[in-house]
């Protein structure tokens, strides 16, 4: 039995710790070292599992072919064979393969683009390794490593539990339990079945509350999701509610030229045709109307639309997400870390009825407390020396509160101070380290012995420290009367959640004193008026017996120690975003946790408003609002502060429910369920949790505002490089189809056989049609009005641009077809001048709808900037010239295609023939502009 059979048929779920540590081999205070990680890692390997395997090139190449559009081909093919016409049946037989080559290539591109992007979503997993807590991608994780849970957390491998505090984890996944489950750290029986193992955490399943931590016992395909790795396959799926728009049109217009097709047979048989003529008709007519190039368009767009996001640090995770973007209408975002910088500053406290200023910006401990500026004074106070801050006993106990009750830690990273944790605990860790508090000191002097982390539910949080000296606690001859209270109880939280259980207060000389809510209030809503988010301090002496926390112990009898303001600047990006959204008739309203005064202030700096004001409704007005009243709240609501999670998904049903098409970013646990309600769910990258990024259609991975606008406008551009393709496509095949079932009604020659149909619309149309798929975005695009969501894919105005360039395209290739034919009597010359006049016109035509066109008109008004934008159209067009020339001048393709070569006089006449699109373009551009 190989190691990692043997640590596979454990059942640790019986192992006591004790039992644990001796088999594991493991240091449950340190973790493993550097030298045993790199020992497990060659015996158990990688932990990640493995991905479905991937179909037989081969079987993915055949399928290419189970299209009703080249089913009529390989027949059309096979039929042209039984008739001795071995040419013609091999060049739709390489037309045919040809599509299925371009298919297979660019699907497999497109898959290949996806499972990158989405395999660049790293999970991330905190663990203690040599003594140290360090952050650390869960696919490094060997059997052994300690593993820290916290709240949001996805679980990276399968866990025994040692240590739990009010962890409840979610295993839906696994067990199908749709609840929670409470889990603690005691033995099990062995027989314990796998949805009763309460002290084990399993590869997948989500926090959903509390901490733990927990030890490695298996990893990749030995955890129990591995075990059942259907759960977990990676797969990728290109279908979308476009492509299945467009398999719905495929199989409408297959039946459509059927009909035709059938149609031209049995008139040509009645005007005395041979059925071979009219089955040539037939088969032209078939070709003709098939849009052959248009699937390998489609696909390439859309994966060329998600690689373009994640340049602009969107990941897509669900591709249907490219297409929603561009008919968003509502966005709905966090403010913290999204429109905002996430780099807090404290910059006021107020502390034993004293208001202070904190200089300096960022979490670098620079910068001085000063006294601030009063009504009384008209000087701003100097910053406090070492002799005056030892006379500040609330202050810096307000300072060591915010510094002791935080699980986050400052650290200078590639030469600038960053934040390992929460952006706000990262302020308040920085305004304590500016009067000389450390987190080492402190540690060391009151070593925490429990938490109740913060959950959103209670707006707080507390820990529980020892006391060992006493002299580096300010207030322990104050608040500590005695020996037998040496521990201390430090809470941070909401001013409605501390305030509310304070009832005493400490003056400016640290003397307790009844408690006077109202004056607390007034100072918090004035540093919320000037953009601060507010946090509140409390205190608590408990006797040096208690060794646990519980929220009953904070519910009464705290001590009031101060407020701390602290300002996450807007970021400059995201007001220019903002501005661009509303340009495009996107509504963006902020949702926070926050005061709704410290919301509304930033709002109003952002530019958010509606109707010129900026409304804002709390957490606690919506819970007391009607159907009807919520639906007014959303409609002129801009601000939507204090909201509880669970309130997140009721404001997106009231969007939805006025039509709107909501996008919605996220970060935590219980955003989860509004993220998969909003039509865009959008996690953040960075700081949002696994279970947000599983249940969003998109990350952010700079976690800013810039980029949700950004990739709206990338969608935007997406669907319109697709509008444009149809509108370039169509119009030929209209123009085709035309002139055969004319010709048959006049009985006429045909001006255009089934060969020279399958060239212009597979070489020639491909040739011209991908690169629209690379249009860069417009300069209009984000001027435009969302388009509905319910929009048909051709709606009116786009089908008329299609019929009247189709009636020209006829004509064109009618009209040269008869002229030519009419004075020359060299029907192969006509047919070749027809075709080249209409790939003419098909060339202006392009340049009408592309972004080419419009940096051409800019270069006549000497603005040339635009045109290196758009090389594949240039590509394109080139490449066509070239294509063409070889189609009518190479002897071999005179043989395959029955064409004529032409001398440079016919060139040019084909050239003229071809302008007159461009005052119908024109014309038609009014009508129906495409940018």
Not at 117 to 138: C, P, Y
Not at 485 to 504: F, H, M, N, P, W
Not at 624 to 644: I, K, P, S, Y
Request: hydrophobic letters at 45%; charged letters at 20%; a negative charge.
């Amino acid at each position: 039995m190989t190691a990692r059979e043997k640590i596979e048929s454990e059942q640790w779920h019986s192992y006591s710790v004790q039992e644990l540590n001796r088999y594991l081999e493991i240091n449950l205070a340190t973790g493993l070292t550097s030298t045993e990680v790199r020992q497990r890692q060659e015996r158990y390997g990688v932990n990640e599992l493995k991905s479905k395997p991937q179909k037989n090139p081969i079987i993915r190449f055949l399928e290419q072919f189970n299209q009703p559009l080249l089913y009529i081909l390989l027949i059309a093919g096979t039929v042209k064979a039984f008739l001795g016409e071995w040419v013609n049946a091999w060049v739709i037989w390489a037309v045919t393969l040809i599509n299925a080559i371009i298919g297979f290539v660019q699907e497999a591109k497109a898959e290949n683009a996806i499972a990158a992007l989405a395999s660049a979503v790293q999970t991330e997993t905190t663990i203690r390794r040599n003594g140290k807590k360090m952050r650390i991608d869960s696919t490094e994780l060997v059997p052994g490593d300690l593993v820290l849970l916290t709240s949001g957390d996805k679980v990276p491998a399968d866990l025994r539990l040692i240590e739990a505090k009010s962890l409840q984890i979610n295993e839906s996944a696994l067990t199908g339990e749709s609840v929670a489950v409470e889990k603690n750290t005691q033995s099990l029986e062995s027989d314990t079945s796998l949805a009763e193992r309460s002290n084990m955490a399993y590869a997948g399943s989500f926090v959903t509350f509390g901490q733990g931590m927990g030890v490695v016992v298996a990893i990749g395909q030995a955890t129990e999701t591995g075990r059942i790795s259907q759960l977990m396959e990676q797969q990728t799926n290109l279908a979308t509610p476009l492509t299945r728009k467009f398999d719905k049109f495929s199989r409408t217009l297959l039946y459509a030229i059927l009909g035709v097709a059938a149609f031209t047979f049995v008139v040509g048989l009645g005007y005395g045709n041979s059925w071979v003529t009219m089955f040539e008709a037939a088969v032209a007519l078939t070709v003709s109307a098939i849009p052959e190039g248009l699937p390998a368009v489609v696909t390439v767009t859309l994966a060329i639309g998600v690689s373009r996001m994640a340049r602009r640090h969107a990941i897509i995770r669900k591709l249907p997400a490219v297409e929603t973007l561009g008919s968003a209408t509502v966005i709905c975002s966090d403010k913290t870390g999204t429109l905002t910088e996430n780099q807090m500053t404290v910059q006021a406290i107020y502390a034993g009825g004293e208001k202070y200023s904190v200089s300096g910006t960022g979490y670098a401990p620079e910068g001085e407390i000063v006294v601030a500026k009063t009504a009384e004074s008209s000087t701003q106070g100097s910053g406090l020396s070492n002799k005056h801050l030892k006379d500040k006993v609330v202050l810096l106990e307000c300072l060591r509160a915010g510094l002791l009750c935080s699980d986050s830690h400052i650290e200078v990273k590639q030469g600038e101070w960053v934040v390992l944790g929460d952006p706000t605990e990262g302020a308040l860790i920085a305004a304590a380290n500016k009067v000389g508090f450390t987190q080492a000191d402190l540690a060391e002097a009151m070593p925490r012995l429990d938490v109740i982390p913060f959950e959103s539910e209670y707006q707080y949080m507390a820990t529980l420290h020892e006391i060992r000296d006493v002299k580096s606690h300010t207030l322990a001859e104050s608040v500590n009367h005695s020996d037998s209270l040496s521990r201390t109880i430090y809470v941070k939280g909401s001013i409605e959640a501390v305030l509310s259980r304070c009832d005493q207060i400490l003056d400016v000389a640290g003397n307790l004193q009844p408690i006077s809510q109202e004056s607390i209030v007034a100072e918090a809503e004035r540093m919320a008026a000037e953009g601060l988010r507010v946090l509140a301090f409390a205190q608590k002496p408990v006797p040096k017996t208690q060794d646990s926390l519980q929220h009953e112990d904070i519910e009464t009898e705290l001590v009031f120690l101060g407020l701390q303001g602290a300002i996450d600047p807007p970021r400059k990006e995201a007001i220019q975003a903002i501005r661009a959204c509303q340009s495009a008739g996107i509504e963006v309203k902020m949702i926070t946790g926050d005061h709704a005064v410290t919301a509304s202030a930033i709002a109003s700096t952002m530019g958010l408003q509606h109707q010129g004001d900026v409304l804002a409704f709390t957490g606690q007005e919506l819970a007391q609002m009607n159907q009807q009243e919520l639906t007014n709240a959303v409609t002129d609501g801009v601000v939507f502060a204090r909201v509880a999670p669970e309130q997140k998904l009721r404001l997106v049903e009231a969007l939805q429910a006025t039509g709107k098409v909501v996008a919605m970013t996220g970060d935590g646990v219980n955003d989860a369920p509004a993220l998969k309600q909003a039509e865009i769910g959008i996690a953040m990258g960075k700081a949002g949790t696994e279970v947000a990024k599983e249940a969003a259609d998109m990350i952010l991975t700079d976690d800013n505002f810039a980029s949700i606008e950004a990739a709206v406008e990338e969608g935007r551009t997406v669907y319109q490089n697709l509008l444009k393709a149809i509108a370039f496509i169509l119009p030929v095949n209209g123009g085709e189809s035309m002139t055969i079932v004319i010709s048959v009604l006049l009985a006429r020659a045909l001006p255009i056989l089934s060969l020279q149909v399958l060239w212009l619309n597979m070489i020639n149309s491909i040739a011209m049609t991908v690169p629209l798929a690379f249009e860069p975005r417009s300069a209009r695009t984000m001027e435009h009005p969302p388009r509905p969501a319910n929009e048909p894919l051709i709606n009116r105005r786009l089908l008329m641009r299609i019929l009247v360039i189709s009636l020209f395209n006829w004509l064109l290739i009618f009209g040269v077809f008869e002229w030519i034919e009419t004075t020359t009597g060299n029907i192969d010359l006509a047919r070749t001048m027809a075709i080249q006049a209409l790939v003419a016109g098909r060339i202006f035509y392009l340049l009408s709808i592309s972004q080419l066109g419009l940096a051409l008109g800019s270069a006549l008004r000497g603005r040339i900037e635009k045109i290196t934008d758009t090389p594949a159209i240039v590509l394109g067009i080139v490449g066509t010239i070239i294509l063409q020339v070889i189609f009518s001048q190479w002897s071999l393709m005179n043989s395959w295609f029955s064409t004529a070569p032409l001398d440079l006089n016919q060139w040019l006449i084909c050239f003229l023939l071809g302008l007159p699109i461009i005052p119908i373009a024109i014309l038609v551009n009014r009508f129906d502009p495409l940018d």
